[in-house]
Each structure stands twice: as C-alpha cells, then as structure tokens.
T-cell receptor
Framework: GAVVSQHPSRVICKSGTSVKIECRSLDFQATTMFWYRQFPKKSLMLMAT?????????EQGVEKDKFLINHASLTLSTLTVTSAHPEDSSFYICSARDLRVDGYTFGSGTRLTVV | EDQVTQSPEALRLQEGESSSLNCSYTVSGLRGLFWYRQDPGKGPEFLFTLYSAGEEKEKERLKATLTKKESFLHITAPKPEDSATYLCAVQALGAGNMLTFGGGTRLMVKP
C-alpha cells in the first residue's frame, strides 16, 4: 500500500523560532497533500491543502503567514511553523491521496512542543 | 455544513466481547465514508472506504456497514491488540479531497 513518511516525529523548540516538518510520499506521486492538526483526545482538523507547484489552500481561521506550506515536488510537502508559540504545540499530521487505493494515507505525525 | 458524530466516545470491552461503534453523519451529498484506526502518537491507519448505502466491507475482525445516515464498525471477538481510537470521516460531493472527521471512539479491550 501507499506509504507517507513524516519527519521529524517529535520536536521541541523555543518560542519565537521556526520549525519545518517534512512529508514525503515514498512509493507514489502526490500532486495534493493535506496538513492536519490534532489536539489531545480530539479529532483531526484540516489546516490546509498543499498543491504541487502552486499555492496552498488554507482553511478558515488558519494563518497562512504562520503556517507556511511548500510543495515543490510530487513527493515532498513541507509545513513550517514560523515564530512558534506555546499555543502552537500540537500533533501535526500530513496525508496524501494515492489514486491506486480508495483511501487517504496518513503520515505518522509530528509532536511539536514549543517551550 | 458537514457533520460527523461518533459514539460512544469510549468503549471498554472484554476480550471476545463483540460490539459496534457508531458514526452518524450529515452531508449534502456523500462521496465516501472512511474508517481509520489511530494508535497513540501515530497517524491514522486506513481501514475502509464505503460509498453507498447498503455497502459492507470486512477485514479480519472488523466489518463496516453504511446507511444513508450512519455507519457502523462491528468488532467481532476483539483482542487486546484491537485497542485504539477509531475515526470516521466523510467526504462530500463537490468538496474536493476534504475529509470531515468525527471525534473518534477510544476502544479498550481487556484480556
């Protein structure tokens, strides 16, 4: 089946710094990837849709200047949390649609802690 | 607005005690309903996609069914390794690739 690799799995950073999270599709090309955020014991909330070679589409209430998304190739999308603050601490998960299967494949997630 | 409600929020079962998880949904037009399993600290793992009322899919001890208003995930003779959070999501017609997730059901199976 489709494999989506997400890195890093955990990151701790200081307030005011930026953190980059990578999401790679290992065995298929993903023209579209999705970034979700998940709070403890809560469900996934879509943040943005990342489109290869074009600008990302952000959901209402998501600050595009804080959560920078780049999808420069068919296998890699990155999410950069800029000027991170403690309230940005969360579990971030990427996803991609593999046309070979009838579902969406998720990465293993990144636990971000801002101190 | 698309809505997905899962019940119960948490479910404790003894090993071998079969049960069902519920996913109620409201969507203008359903393109697909998805079931995922999520272990703590991990991303969701794809289980099933259902497209139309009456459809059923099975995988090992799991069976998913779909009606026009809800979906059930039946777990037959569960084992401790089935303990996880089970997530339901819908994709609406005309919504592109957007999935709307329910809050999940945390399943705990005791040996």
């Amino acid at each position: 089946g489709a494999v989506v690799s997400q890195h890093p799995s955990r990151v701790i950073c200081k307030s005011g710094t930026s953190v980059k999270i990578e999401c790679r599709s290992l065995d298929f090309q993903a023209t579209t990837m999705f970034w979700y955020r998940q709070f403890p014991k809560k469900s996934l909330m879509l943040m943005a849709t990342s489109n290869e070679g074009s600008k990302a589409t952000y959901e209402q209430g998501v600050e595009k200047d804080k959560f920078l998304i780049n999808h420069a190739s068919l296998t890699l999308s990155t999410l950069t949390v800029t000027s991170a603050h403690p309230e940005d601490s969360s579990f971030y998960i990427c996803s991609a649609r593999d046309l070979r299967v009838d579902g969406y494949t998720f990465g293993s997630g990144t636990r971000l802690t801002v101190v | 607005e698309d809505q997905v409600t899962q019940s119960p929020e948490a479910l404790r079962l003894q090993e071998g005690e079969s049960s069902s998880l519920n996913c109620s949904y409201t969507v203008s037009g359903l393109r697909g309903l998805f079931w995922y399993r999520q272990d703590p600290g991990k991303g969701p793992e794809f289980l099933f996609t259902l497209y139309s009322a009456g459809e059923e899919k099975e995988k090992e001890r799991l069976k998913a069914t779909l009606t026009k208003k809800e979906s059930f995930l039946h777990i037959t003779a569960p084992k401790p390794e089935d303990s996880a959070t089970y997530l339901c999501a819908v994709q609406a017609l005309g919504a592109g690739n957007m999935l709307t997730f329910g809050g999940g059901t945390r399943l705990m199976v005791k040996p």
